[in-house]
């Protein structure tokens, strides 16, 4: 975990209709890397977008889904989702501006 570094921390945004409606107050989802705690999601936030402060996250570990191929039973890959609050004096996040 010494080794993470802020751009590894945040994978990838989370584009779904629930997430979109929440940018109006400021909430932004990301999928983030599963040892990343929260004020590392803080830190790459603010380093990877300038002009964000953030004023809290929120996280939640999703385990994998029960799959199922013929009689063999497996699971998928656990994730970790990040809810980012910015401050109200915070600049937009670009990278959803044309979604």
Known sequence: MASLKYYDVILKPVVTEKSMNA??????TFLVHPEANKS???????????GT??????????????????M???KTAKTKKAIVFLT??????????GL
């Open 23 to 28: 940018m109006v107050e400021k909430k932004y």
């Open 40 to 50: 590392m999601i803080k830190e790459a936030v603010e380093k990877m977008f300038e």
């Open 53 to 70: 402060k953030v004023a809290k996250v929120n996280t939640m570990n999703c385990d994998g889904k029960t799959k199922r191929r013929g």
């Open 72 to 74: 063999v039973y497996g």
């Open 88 to 97: 109200e004096d915070s600049a937009d996040i670009e990278i959803f501006e």
